[in-house]
């Protein structure tokens, strides 16, 4: 199960910092996720951080958005800058069990998901 934190209402222009905790997860290659679903809208990929490092950003946010993680804490993190209204969604985190090599941006491709976390820019 994890737990993420961090939403909020905020202005556009301002910036926000999700968090999410894998307290379980042991595995040694994955893929972890952050998604987000505005109401009546199919749930979307944002970005991804997979075991060896390597990074996945969705078009609208790429420049503004920055997956991490804290392997120590078994936390990974979404840092938004430049938020738009458009942002507005609820966020998923999410973590596979075992690393993705096509389509990471695909919710189907993970297996393990947070309750989601709302976050508003107006």
């Known amino acids: 199960q994890l737990v993420e934190s961090g939403g909020g209402s905020v202005q556009a222009g301002e910036s926000l910092r999700l968090s999410c905790v894998a307290p379980?997860?042991?595995?040694?290659?994955?893929?972890v996720g952050w998604f987000r679903q505005a109401p009546g809208k199919q749930r979307v990929g944002v970005a991804s951080?997979?075991?060896?490092?390597?990074?996945t950003y969705a078009e609208s946010v790429k420049g503004r958005f920055t997956i991490s993680q804290d392997k120590a804490k078994n936390s990974f993190y979404l840092q938004m800058d430049s938020l738009k209204p458009d942002d507005t969604s609820r966020y998923f985190c999410?973590?596979?069990?075992?690393?993705?090599?096509?389509?990471?941006?695909?919710?189907?491709?993970?297996?393990?998901w947070g309750q989601g976390t709302q976050v508003t820019v107006s």
């Open positions: 999410a973590a596979s069990r075992g690393r993705i090599l096509y389509s990471v941006l695909a919710d189907y491709m993970y297996n393990d």
């Open positions: 379980q997860y042991t595995y040694t290659s994955y893929c």
């Open positions: 951080l997979c075991s060896d490092a390597k990074t």
